[in-house]
């Protein structure tokens, strides 16, 4: 009995670092390379402790979605609703400023105004040539500091406010009628 003991002990010991390094070899993490960039830059951000957004495409592409831009979300946010799944969502904005417009829908037209320009920077432009083939506009690219700055210009035109305005507005006025 006491040689199975001790038996038992040195395997153990023995045993010990093994245990350790495997450990330590899984709490380090390697670089997550599966050939989908998106999916291993979210792997590896989320290894990291990083939070990464979960708005799947068109999930938060509503009416409210103007009123509820933040300098942390607008990025994601806007990416997910111009995304292949929501293709519609550029010429749905445009179609609304243009109904807005000619309407003379003031709360409308100061919210879909800047908003329409933060979208526009978000598809991009693709490149225009010529005739002969020479490029006249050369391709707008759409990223992150371009839609930043739109959402810079959307705020300093006081598009938030007037985002819930053009919504609590609608709200409104629709609870006002049904009394």
Known sequence: ????????????????????????????????????????????????????????????????????????????????????????????????LDSATAANDKPAIDCLTPSLAIVKAAVGTPEVKAADGTVTTPAQMPGVILIFQKFREFTLANGPSACKNWVQSTINGTVSNAL
């Open 1 to 96: 009995m006491k040689h199975l003991v001790r038996i038992l002990i040195a395997a153990f010991v023995v045993s010990l670092p093994l245990a350790v390094g495997s450990a330590q070899a899984q709490s380090r993490r390697g670089v997550a390379v599966t050939g989908d960039i998106k999916k291993d830059i979210e792997t590896d951000l989320s290894n990291a402790g990083v939070k990464v957004p979960t708005v799947k495409p068109g999930q938060a592409c509503d009416f409210n979605i103007f009123a509820a831009l933040k300098p942390e979300n607008v990025v994601t946010t806007i990416q997910n609703c111009v995304s292949d799944a929501s293709k519609p969502f550029l010429p749905d904005v445009q179609a609304a």
